[in-house]
């Protein structure tokens, strides 16, 4: 596996180039308790405008190229299955203690190893939690972050102050909103959120955690608005694109 280090605005990160050719971000270093996975659109075989490391099965053509990139980004995980749900939009948190299927919800939280929680994202932001004896992923949307689910997750979770990382994701940069969008957000969590019309889902999503008594967050900085060429973005590409996967498994004891 290939490794490069990468100059972004946040936290340090680093890129990666799995042996199937899947390019992933994981933060560095890399957590003691866990493996930290945040997948470009790099290193996959879907045609374009979904080129190419598409994870969808919903957009995009070709279910064949779909399952292929799956398998890559498997390997990646050195073998590893997956957990995911159907996502909603909502504030839902499920806890999950094998891979597969695990209903609707937003987030997932286990204790258990051998397998990783996964979303997908196009602009949404993932957030990964990392306690000492469980892991979490979410999945917040502009709905979900409104909804405080990053903090549901924390609170979720039998460790009281996960360590939390914040994924490639649409940014304040990039992000207009409507003013009314603009204004609930800076009336739940305060002005420092919103730039006029434009939104900062991960300012928010700092403000919410910080209510659920987390105090390690680290945000990855990186803009799926900015970096059309390294992440999906439905903001900036319109219907007509993939989604990213964003993944965390809990290293065995």
Wanted: net charge neutral; aromatic share 8%; with cysteine.
């Amino acid at each position: 596996m290939r490794q490069d280090f990468i100059r972004i605005d946040g936290a340090p990160a680093a890129t990666h180039t799995a042996a199937g050719g899947a390019v992933f971000v994981s933060p560095e270093p890399e957590h003691e308790r866990a493996k930290v996975w945040f997948f470009t659109r790099l290193g996959g075989v879907s045609d374009p405008p979904y080129d190419s490391l598409n994870v969808s099965k919903v957009v995009g053509y070709g279910e064949a190229a779909v399952t292929e990139n799956l398998r890559r980004i498997q390997e990646a995980m050195d073998g590893r299955p997956s957990a995911w749900v159907k996502q909603v939009a909502g504030d839902e948190v499920v806890r999950v203690s094998e891979a597969g299927f695990a209903g609707e919800a937003d987030a997932l939280v286990t204790d258990r190893t051998g397998f990783s929680l996964v979303v997908a994202v196009a602009d949404c932001v993932p957030v990964t939690l990392v306690g000492e004896q469980e892991v979490g992923m979410v999945h917040s949307g502009w709905r979900g972050t409104l909804a405080g689910v990053s903090a549901k997750a924390a609170w979720k979770m039998v460790d009281p102050s996960p360590t939390a990382y914040i994924g490639p994701c649409i940014r304040g940069c990039c992000y207009e909103v409507s003013e009314e969008l603009a204004r609930t957000f800076a009336g739940r969590y305060g002005e420092g959120v919103v730039s006029g019309r434009y939104l900062s889902l991960p300012a928010a999503i700092k403000v919410n955690l910080s209510e659920a008594g987390v105090e390690k967050v680290y945000d990855l900085g990186l803009c799926s608005g900015c970096r059309p060429d390294l992440f999906y973005s439905h903001r900036k590409q319109g219907p007509l694109t993939g989604r990213n996967l964003a993944a965390v498994a809990r290293k065995p004891v």
